[in-house]
């Protein structure tokens, strides 16, 4: 399957990545990369839903400031920039073989016990864009107190690439 002709069909379009800045990821928490290959395995860094005009967005936590909809929104944003990452570090989507693993932290108020349902935003992005063989792989989701810049939602994903 073709997958860029599958997110045009989707009516996604992926997040600008240009050489000064990376859109689809924030250089500004330290000294890091936004990915790492080793052979056939890609690892990402963090990713998050993003900013739009220098604000983040969907910020808060789950269970006071952000709905699960709201959450399922920004994970499934956050995934959009992933696939960006990994457009960028293997040069086409139609190289991922499969998700190894996702590891995703969702900011929650005390009590708060659904980030599953939060984290599928970004699951079933992978499964609509890759289909089922593909796309869908290990989870786990962490509900946390905060994360960085007041994001609701932040993945760590390790894909397999040819």
């Known amino acids: ?27 500004k928490y330290g000294k890091m990369r936004p990915y790492y290959r080793s052979g056939e395995i890609l690892f990402l ?3 998050t839903a993003g900013m739009r005009d220098g ?3 969907y910020p808060g936590v789950l ?7 709201q959450g399922y929104e920004a994970a499934r944003l956050t995934g959009l920039n992933c696939l960006a990452g990994i457009k ?8 991922v073989t499969g998700l190894i693993r996702s590891l995703n932290f969702v900011a929650c108020a005390p009590g708060f016990t659904e980030p599953h349902l939060v984290a599928s935003g970004l699951t079933d992005l992978f499964a609509d864009v890759f289909g ?3 796309g869908v792989g ?3 989701t962490i509900g946390v107190t905060s994360l960085a810049d007041n994001y609701c939602f ?6 397999a690439v040819r």
């Open 138 to 140: 290990p989870r786990a």
């Open 63 to 69: 269970g006071k400031d952000v709905s699960i909809e």
């Open 88 to 95: 960028e570090a293997i040069g086409d989507l139609d190289r």
């Open 132 to 134: 089922e063989e593909i």
């Open 55 to 57: 604000k983040v967005l």
């Open 154 to 159: 932040e993945t760590w994903m390790t894909v």
């Open 1 to 27: 399957m073709q997958i860029e002709q599958r997110l045009a069909e989707l009516g996604i379009a992926l997040p600008m990545q240009t050489a000064d800045e990376k859109d689809y990821y924030g250089q």
């Open 45 to 47: 860094s963090g990713h």
